[in-house]
C-alpha cells in the first residue's frame, strides 16, 4: 500500500502565491520520478512539475517561470510554489509517484487531490 497526501490548497488572491506539499508513505522501496499534475474542469490533466530521481525538473508550458518544485528524497516529500497566480490556476491539483514498492513493480501513484482557486 502507498499513500500520496497533498496539502496546502485553498482560495489565493489573483497575483498571490501558494505552496503545495505532498508526502509519499507505505511500502515504498524506490521513488523513480514525483511531482505535479493539475486538472481544470471541463480540461485535461496537465503537468505543472514533476522532478526525476536524480533531481531534474520539467515543468508544464502554461506555468513554466512562475513555479518553482522541490523534492526531499530522503523524506519522499515534493513541494510546489507558485508564485502570480491567475484565475486559470484554478484547478484540482494532484501529486503523483512513479515508484516502486516492496511488493510490485513500478507504477503511478497519485494523491486525493487538492483544491486551489485564485479569485478575488
Known amino acids: 500500500q502507498v499513500q500520496l497526501v497533498e496539502s496546502g490548497g485553498g482560495l489565493v488572491q489573483p497575483g498571490g502565491s501558494l505552496r503545495l506539499s505532498c508526502a509519499a508513505s507505505?511500502?515504498?522501496?524506490?521513488?523513480?520520478?514525483m511531482g505535479w499534475y493539475r486538472q481544470a474542469p471541463g480540461k485535461q490533466r496537465e503537468l505543472v512539475a514533476v522532478?526525476?530521481?536524480?533531481?531534474?525538473?520539467t515543468y508544464g508550458d502554461t506555468v513554466k517561470g512562475r513555479v518553482t518544485s522541490t523534492r526531499d528524497n530522503d523524506k519522499n516529500t515534493v513541494t510546489l510554489q507558485m508564485n502570480n497566480v491567475k484565475p486559470e490556476d484554478t484547478a484540482l491539483y494532484y501529486c503523483?509517484?512513479?515508484?516502486?514498492?516492496?511488493?510490485?513493480?513500478?507504477?503511478?501513484?497519485w494523491g486525493q487531490g487538492t483544491q486551489v482557486t485564485v479569485s478575488s
Open positions: 503523483k509517484g512513479l515508484m516502486v514498492t516492496t511488493t510490485s513493480g513500478s507504477a503511478d501513484y
Open positions: 507505505g511500502d515504498i522501496f524506490s521513488i523513480y520520478a
Open positions: 522532478i526525476s530521481s536524480g533531481g531534474d525538473i
